[in-house]
């Protein structure tokens, strides 16, 4: 019998997922509790551009209408026709999201730091007749729809300031005042076997796959996330945001917002628990998570300090959690209950419907306290892979998906050790990043590896120097060689550099990091790191 862990409450550990499509879940549930007035996007650049909920679902049901009858969407029945969306994040981008599923269509969400190659593949490998992109993507997308063959009719610039969404050519215009409403879902098996959406995984092991998310993964992955911590949230409110990350604007916006709930991954954090800008800005924070990325007990705390900086009141009273999970889960299956804290590394507890085992190389449950590799089972986990069989095979075994994460158990609690193997010992990029980050001439790090043919992978830092000059690479090696184990030693090579590349959210994009360290290590362009 394995022995698979759950959510401690056993009956948020069986808890029932709705038998709704999301849309309705979000709309016309009793588990969606905002007014129709009630304000729920806002651009913080400027406040008086916002949506209501009546607003928001106006301008779904109007891209639903204006992608059906302008470009087919959903016109031979539900889960066929893909439109791939590239942009940040503009205040009509969820009305876009949501009016794609309500055509009948399927949202492939292509990456903001895709290339021209990268989305093309994309666009390709989904089939997909359709792009939709912000104005700072259109040459991107333009370029990228051209090698697909796509016309330029069939690229669409979303405009949140203007409330326009047109083609660059052919004058069609998909917001309209013209409605269609979505199809309601409620048989469990069609709910099940739908697909909605196409998330591209980040592809370290190879080129990136689509994850096929379903109805009931999102509809699960919102319960989940939400139904146990909306206590907590409800006492909360009777005790009485940007489209591009960039630090000046999120620190502005933070406290001319006063805001109460803030996630983010590990490298903000950071920066900002080292930042002498951070003083009061996140005085207000009610909540505060992570996830995306591995972040140690040391990092958590020094954050933690930050968060709590404000006049008077005591750290205790707030505590950054984490939260882990996969593309491939829809999001989320572990968190930190709100209310609750903890500063060691934790990953958080189980969240509910979901089933967690650490197993060996044998696919045998390891004992708490050994490492194993994390599988899991749960509504929220996709059926497979679009268009890709044997990737679907290889990530399921007996049912379980194989989330390819190591994790322990220790105390009660997990914790996720993301790893990479140097001569068949596991080398862990997130904890010699945190040993960086403690040099104080060191501001920020990022560790890669680098392919060996007799080694596998040897890992290589880039670094951020607090000043230009105040360290050499031997210094920062024998910062490493000094507080861990030969395998950890930087034998890759140390790079520094005037920031650490990240995406929109701010998440470390490490692929341009072996990039450039094939060009400046002389590495092969087909070289797999």
Known sequence: MPRSYTHRDPYFADLEIPAVDLLTLLFDSEHSLAKDASVVHVEAANPANKLTKSELRSFIEQVAHGLHTNYGTGANGPSQDVVTVIGFGQILMPAVFYGVIAAGGVFSAASPSSTVSELARQISEAKSGLVICGREHVDVATKAAAQCKLPARN?????????SL?????????ITGSRVPWDRVADRQALRDSLIVILWSSGTTGLPKGVMLSHQNLVAETITTSVYNRKWAMEQIEKGWM???NWPDLLRYAKAFKITAFYTVPSIYLRMSKAPQVTDQFSWLAGAVTGA?????KLQQSANKKLGAAAGRPQQQLMLGQTWGL?????????????ESDDTGSIGSILPTIQLRLVDEDFQDVEPGQEGELVIKGPVVTRGYYRNPSATRDAFRDGWFCSGDIGVMRNGKFYVVDRKKYKGLQVAPAEIE????????IKEAAVIGLPDPSAGD???AFVVPEESGSLTATDVKKFVADRMAPHNQLRGGVFFVDEIPKNA???????ELRERAKKEMGVAQGAKL
């Not at 990325?293 to 007990?297: F, K, N, T």
């Not at 889960?329 to 572990?334: D, E, F, H, Q």
């Open 155 to 163: 690229i669409l610039v979303l405009d949140s300031t203007s409330r």
């Open 434 to 441: 945190g040993l960086l980050v403690e040099h104080p001439l």
């Open 505 to 511: 959210i701010g998440k470390l994009l490490r692929r």
């Open 166 to 174: 047109n083609s660059i050519a052919g004058k069609v215009e998909a």
């Open 243 to 245: 489209r591009k990350y």
């Open 293 to 297: 990325a591995p972040m140690d007990g």
């Open 458 to 460: 040897l890992p290589c």
């Open 327 to 339: 593309s491939e889960t829809t999001g989320a299956v572990t968190a930190v209950p709100a209310g």
